[in-house]
């Protein structure tokens, strides 16, 4: 008998966390954040307290209450009994938050298992700032000082195509082109038959052949059921790639003779790549936080990356006002004292001499930066990534043309998104024709009727007989 459970990724854009049961074996797929749960009851300033362990989490239900997963010191602090973790491995797709983060408070007993690149994107963010809500490869349990040693967890890792087995299921993770390198798609073989998870995808990014070759290994295996996400199942036709972020921004970079301010998201390769390639071919340096210096050296070790290291010819490091506020090597800290010594690294002031010598891959929340560097009317900001979609997130926006608007910026929105677009997924769930779809990670999962009516639209925390 195989049973899967929904626990996350329920009529909602990520938080995916399923349950597959399958002859005494129990794994989860995925077991990330779920944002849309969070926002019902917290935001900047009302947040889950760690000072209450995990009894938040469980009480607003943020997170399922399910015996026999989480942290013994999480258990011990909420009063419950201590149980034998009952579930032996977690398969993370990739390194996103809404499918990796809540697995920091999974027992550390329970294996994680990841592909080596998603791995590398994980340490960088560790490396970047840990807190209570994002520990995945590691955590320091509730109670421990400061220098003790954290916990690690069992992190196995593996390759696109190569099967492996936890207990009675086998499972083959192929690579899929998604916004963050390192995303897996997969297919699980039980004992009634193959199931086929696509995780987040897309058909138009730059390794488009990699998601194709997914397809056409999961059509091959003849699946069962088909858990297929629909982020973007409503937006039917559009003509975005990667190609085109770059001629667009090309095109806007190469007729302004001032500063340029981009803002994307650092864990996508592929922009990072975009945005650098840019600032070559325009004679301009391009600015990175030391923050996210560290993704660059994951992403440089990763040979199939090609993305140059933080100490490359192109490339400035930005010295954030801090401290002192002088720009003195004493104001930085831990690694950053190392970033910021290094012979490439750079102050606002200094940038301000030659504006038009840069290519500042900063993003809105170092937008006080501009009060450092004052730039003339006519600098150019580049938004790169998706538009806003929540009402606080409408708000920000409304902050950034503030921002804008006082420096009498050019403002441009430049993306192309990480989710195939409505027309490709339809197409990929017709071709792949499983006995049963079950749509996730979607506000709209009747849309697939459209197509099929082999479909089941799944609702939170119910067991399905597969
Ligand atoms: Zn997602
Ligand atoms: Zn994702």
Redesign the pocket.
């Known amino acids: 008998m195989t049973f899967l459970t929904f626990y996350g990724g329920v009529n909602e854009i990520?938080g995916n966390k399923i349950l597959l049961e399958d002859k005494g074996t129990k794994i989860f797929i995925d077991f990330g954040k779920s944002f849309a749960q969070d926002r019902k009851f917290f935001e900047h300033f009302l947040k889950p307290r760690k000072s209450n362990g995990i009894n938040d989490h469980l009480r607003m239900g943020i997170l399922p209450d399910i015996p026999g997963i989480y942290r013994d010191d999480l258990m011990e602090f909420a009063g419950r009994k201590l149980v034998e973790p009952d579930v032996q491995g977690v398969l993370i797709?990739?390194a996103?938050a809404?499918?990796v983060d809540n697995a920091s408070f999974l027992h550390e007993k329970i294996p994680l298992y990841m592909g080596e690149t998603c791995k590398g994107v994980l340490q960088a963010l560790d490396e970047r700032g840990k807190n209570f809500e994002r520990a995945i490869l590691d955590f320091a349990p509730l109670g421990s000082k400061q220098g003790d040693p954290p916990t690690q967890r069992i992190i196995n890792t593996f390759r696109s195509g190569k099967k492996f087995k936890i207990d009675s299921l086998e499972i083959n993770p192929l690579h899929v082109d998604?916004?963050?390198p390192g995303?897996y798609g997969f297919i699980i073989y039980t004992s009634e038959g193959p199931i086929v998870y696509t995780?987040?995808l897309r058909r138009h990014g730059t390794r488009g052949d990699m998601t194709e070759e997914f397809i056409s290994e999961a059509k091959a295996a003849k699946p069962i059921a088909l858990l297929a996400e629909g982020t973007r199942i409503t937006d039917l036709e559009s003509d975005e790639n990667e190609q085109k972020v770059y001629n667009e921004s090309l095109n806007v970079i190469s007729n302004c003779n001032n500063l340029v301010f981009v803002d994307f998201n650092f864990k996508d390769v592929d922009r990072v790549r975009t945005f650098y390639n840019i600032a070559k071919k325009t004679g301009r340096k391009f600015v990175v936080k030391m923050k996210d210096c560290r993704y660059l050296k994951y992403f440089h070790n990763d040979k199939n990356l090609d993305i140059p290291n933080y100490d490359d010819e192109h490339i400035i490091i930005y010295k954030l006002r801090q401290r002192s506020g002088t720009f003195s090597n004493s104001d930085y800290y831990g690694d950053d004292s190392y970033y910021s010594r290094l012979p490439n690294a750079k102050s606002p002031i200094e940038i301000a001499q030659h504006p038009d010598k840069y290519l500042c891959a900063l993003g809105f929340y170092s937008f006080n930066s501009l009060i450092d560097m004052n730039p003339n009317a006519g600098a150019v900001y580049i938004h790169s990534a998706s538009e806003p979609w929540t009402e606080e997130q409408e708000f920000g926006v409304e902050r950034r043309d503030n921002w804008i608007d006082h420096f009498s910026m050019e403002q441009h929105q430049i993306h192309c998104s990480?989710?195939a677009k409505g027309q490709d997924l339809l197409d990929m769930v017709k071709e792949i024709d499983a006995k049963m779809l079950y749509p996730i990670h979607t506000d709209h999962p009747e849309e697939y009727k459209k197509i099929t009516d082999k479909i089941t639209i799944i609702e939170q925390g119910k067991k399905y007989k597969i």
């Open positions: 990520g797709s990739h996103h809404d499918h998604h916004s963050v995303a995780a987040d990480g989710h």
